[in-house]
């Protein structure tokens, strides 16, 4: 199984701050990587698809990148509403989860 | 509107079971591929299992492997999971997702199982 691993699993940011998260594969997954987004209380939303692809309706602010067994999701300027934890997701072979990355506000 | 909506949750005892539904609406239902991922408490996500878009193909993680099956009946845009020989460790909130994009574009709201005497 490809086991796929987040940091941080905590980051505290400020409101306008850039934002990286990291998400490591322990194999090449050739690009086939999702992020997701999952408020309190709420079922997770579909973010960016195939590493940098972002899903209609979310703002322009939220970028993914990487390639082999490393990516990132950025934020380029925090708001208050993306208080949330993310999670990555590969289907390079079926479908694995990340542990999710929390992001806090400072 | 995409809509998907679980029901059949709730309190139940080790190595019984259980079915899950979750009715689909807003879009074509027997175009898509379907899955079940789980979440248990304060826990990541786990991918469950799979059905085809026409029923015909089903995937499972290991650890359901004979104990779960998926299922749907498109002529009522719902999608099933039965669940036997349950155990605590398959407590969690289930959620039924529409597969695109190699991964899950719409979920419903999750329905909680707990497996506990």
């Known amino acids: 199984d490809i086991q796929m691993t987040q940091s941080p699993s905590l980051l505290s940011a400020s409101v306008g701050d850039r934002v990286t998260l990291s998400c490591k594969a322990s194999q090449n997954i050739y690009k086939y990587l999702n992020w997701y987004q999952q408020k309190l209380g709420e079922a997770p939303k579909l973010l960016i698809y195939?590493?940098?692809s972002l899903q209609t309706g979310i703002p322009s602010r939220f970028s993914g990148s990487g390639s082999g067994t490393d990516y990132t999701l950025t934020i380029s300027s925090l708001q208050p509403e993306d208080v949330a934890t993310y999670f990555c997701?590969?289907?390079?072979?079926?479908?694995?989860f990340g542990g999710g990355t929390k992001l806090e506000l400072k | 509107e995409v809509q998907l909506v679980e029901s059949g949750g709730g309190l139940v005892q080790p190595g019984r079971s259980m079915k899950l539904s979750c009715a689909a609406s807003g879009f074509t239902f027997n175009n898509y591929d379907m899955a079940w991922v789980c979440q248990a408490p304060k826990k990541g996500l786990e991918w469950v299992a799979t059905?085809?878009?026409?029923?015909?193909?089903?995937y499972y993680r290991d650890s359901v492997k004979g104990r779960f099956t998926i299922s749907r009946d498109n002529a009522k845009s719902t999608l099933y999971l039965q669940m036997d020989s349950l155990r605590s460790e398959d407590t969690a909130t289930y959620y039924c997702a529409r597969h695109r994009y190699g991964g899950f574009d719409y979920w419903g709201q999750g329905v909680m199982v707990t497996v506990s005497s």
């Open positions: 195939y590493t940098n």
């Open positions: 997701q590969q289907y390079n072979s079926w479908w694995t």
């Open positions: 059905i085809s878009y026409d029923g015909s193909s089903t």
